[in-house]
């Protein structure tokens, strides 16, 4: 279970886009919001990244 976790850093860095930019485009709704582990950090999943990738794709 937790090698299907994605910090916000690995999201970034496949999209090729800064963590700044992932939770701007969280808070404008652009994307949907990220789980959080107990510590409160961002979790993402292999589905949630195929999705971001998606969205990227309708930016360039």
């Given amino acids: 279970m937790l ?9 970034a860095s496949e999209l090729g886009v800064t963590t700044k930019t992932i939770m701007r485009w969280e808070k404008s ?5 990220a789980k959080r582990d107990w510590r409160g950090w961002r979790v993402y ?6 999705e971001m990738k998606g969205f990227v794709q309708t930016l360039y």
Avoid at 29 to 33: A, E, N, V
């Fill in 29 to 33: 709704g652009k994307i949907r919001q």
């Fill in 45 to 50: 999943s292999p589905q949630d990244l195929e």
């Fill in 3 to 11: 090698e299907d976790r994605l910090s916000i850093t690995d999201v």
